[in-house]
């Protein structure tokens, strides 16, 4: 089915962006008063939770109501047929080979090889739930809405490039309330200093990119998507990973985003409403 099927970018994102913000504030200033408080804390982690479901309910909110929205999401949620292997491999492991060559390439700059030793531990709190819980529970919610109507409603009006500019650009502030919620990861990236801040937001744009990609090449493949980003969370903590690393693994991946945009200009730069047409190349 036609991206142009989805129509209401404006409200969509209005309402996705808008609802999560009002409920991460509410958890922000909890989390603040009499801290270490079990009320305040379990206060904060279900009204973070409300946030994080957001987008899904308003995504859930334009698909349900509308048959060939359902029977589109329905058709293309776990549907591999046809679809290379390449891009399959590339969901489960390329953020895995960024954070190793990353982690290898600080080693020449004097950084310690202790970086590829398992953490055991996580870089963050997530109030009463576990932090390995919400590494999988928030990519799972967020691609309910991202990659059920978020992207293809941009889509229907941009090319792919400027789609997933447009898309980099809300996410990034979708999670500002975030880094005011105490000992989340983006309060704590926040206090580590501007450098790791800014890395973090730039990291998203090429991020994005190179799931749309994904998410495209796979004939519009939600679960692709999900796999995609869950691999990213848990990559990025399952080990001892400097920070500076993490700016060197951002450099690797606008590398590769580069090249791909220059090898495939024509899928990134084709006209909006376009995506219909993507197939595996």
Known sequence: ????????????????????????????????????????????????????????????FFILPNKELRDDFLGRFCNFKGIKPVYLLAACFLMLASILLAQAISLLFGFSADQFRFSGTFSFSAGIYPAWFILILAPLLEEMAWHTYGTDCLRARFSLFSASILFGIIWITWHIPLSFIKDYYQSNLVASGWLFTANYAVSIIPFVILMNWLYYKTERNILVAIVFHITANLFNE????????????????????IFLLIKERNFFFDPAGRADGMVPA
């Open 1 to 60: 089915m036609s991206v142009n099927k989805y129509r209401r970018p404006i409200l969509f994102y209005g309402l996705a962006v808008g609802i999560p913000w009002v409920f991460w504030f509410i958890a922000a200033y909890v989390s603040h008063i009499t801290p270490g408080n079990d009320l305040n804390t379990t206060l904060a982690s279900v009204f973070g939770i409300i946030g994080l479901s957001g987008p899904m309910v308003v995504a859930a």
């Open 238 to 257: 399952i080990f001892m990973t400097d920070p500076h690393s993490k700016v060197i693994q951002t450099l690797l991946l606008i590398v590769l985003t």
